[in-house]
């Protein structure tokens, strides 16, 4: 029998960023959610150790799939092992990789929160989920909460987690323009700004999701504006969702360059969708609902 663990795409919601400190880090606050899209993982216990790469994003992998850095499937199966004593060498494993790259969406994080849920599943089911947090913490700022893949509050580097379980399902259509948007330039170009604040905001006065829309749109994603500068090709991205129509919110996620609309219902949201689809048939378009993905 074969194991399988979801890797959804994470979300930001909005993204406040403040200025660079004597760390070299930048502080930030934000709310993430979790789409029912994404990428997935399979572990074969009859197969040949190591890791496979298929999905219509396989050959865009930044880093050699295989080999003796590896992406971050690797990275946290090697952790996992190096942490806890948890043999996970013998593993074999199959990345469906249907999430563009350095597209905003934590697609490395999440491949790497699924194959430590699923290597806990499989080895070590009584292994406390504080151990595994630990183990994705190294992997990066966004690797405890791809792990527990939750709507959260994320602050500080982004490790300082606080879930919040008011967040309602929104329905969403995710577009990505086809162009990569690599988060230290994006960064950088940041920097060059000098703008932005990593402030927490009040919440929303209710938690249904027509509050939720209107207190999101008075928020901000703070990497916006560089990553168009460094993109230029997440502009018209963005156009295309103001013009479809139906969203009550329009932004990109992370360092983008995936972008998203938030809408009332699922119909406006695959209505949108399809029209996006149309008009530029190269991108990648997905209507989508926001909230929780697999809890570990």
């Known amino acids: 029998m074969q194991w399988h663990e979801a890797a959804p795409a994470k979300v930001n919601l909005f993204l406040h960023v403040g200025p660079v400190g004597d760390d070299g880090y930048h502080p930030l606050c ?3 959610a979790f789409a029912d899209v994404g990428d997935g993982l399979t572990l074969d216990p009859d197969g040949p150790p190591g890791l496979t790469v298929a999905g219509s994003f396989a050959d865009a992998l930044l880093e050699d799939p295989v080999g003796p850095g590896g992406n971050l499937v690797t990275k946290a199966r090697d952790a996992l092992q190096r942490m806890t004593g948890v ?12 999430l563009p790259i350095a597209a905003g969406l934590g697609g490395g994080s999440s491949d790497a929160g699924a194959v430590l849920r699923l290597a806990r599943r499989y080895l070590a089911p009584d292994m406390d989920m504080q ?6 913490a190294v992997l990066g700022a966004d690797g405890p909460m791809c792990l527990a893949a939750v ?10 987690l606080t879930v919040e ?3 309602p399902a929104l329905h969403a259509v995710l577009v990505n323009p086809g162009v990569p948007s690599p988060t230290g330039a994006v960064y950088r170009a940041y920097d060059a ?19 939720v829309m209107a207190w999101l749109a008075h928020q901000r994603n703070d990497l916006e504006g560089p990553a168009v500068l460094n993109a230029p090709a997440i502009g018209p991205a963005l156009e295309a969702l103001r013009l479809a129509g139906g969203a009550r919110l329009v932004r990109m996620s992370g360092s983008g360059a995936t972008v998203f609309g938030l809408y009332d219902d699922a119909a406006d949201a695959a209505r949108a969708a399809r029209a996006i689809e149309a008009d530029h048939p190269g991108w ?13």
């Not at 709507?151 to 300082?160: L, T, Y």
């Not at 703008?195 to 929303?204: Q, S, T």
């Open 151 to 160: 709507p959260s509050w994320a602050e500080g580097r982004g490790d300082v």
């Open 193 to 211: 700004l000098a703008r932005g604040e990593a402030d927490r905001p009040a919440p929303p006065a209710a938690w249904d999701a027509a509050t």
């Open 87 to 98: 043999d996970a060498s013998g593993l074999s494993l199959t990345l469906d990789k249907r």
């Open 165 to 167: 379980p008011r967040l």
């Open 284 to 296: 990648w378009v997905r209507a989508t609902t926001l909230g929780a993905g697999p809890a570990a």
């Open 30 to 32: 934000s709310l993430v």
């Open 131 to 136: 151990v595994l947090a630990g183990v994705a």
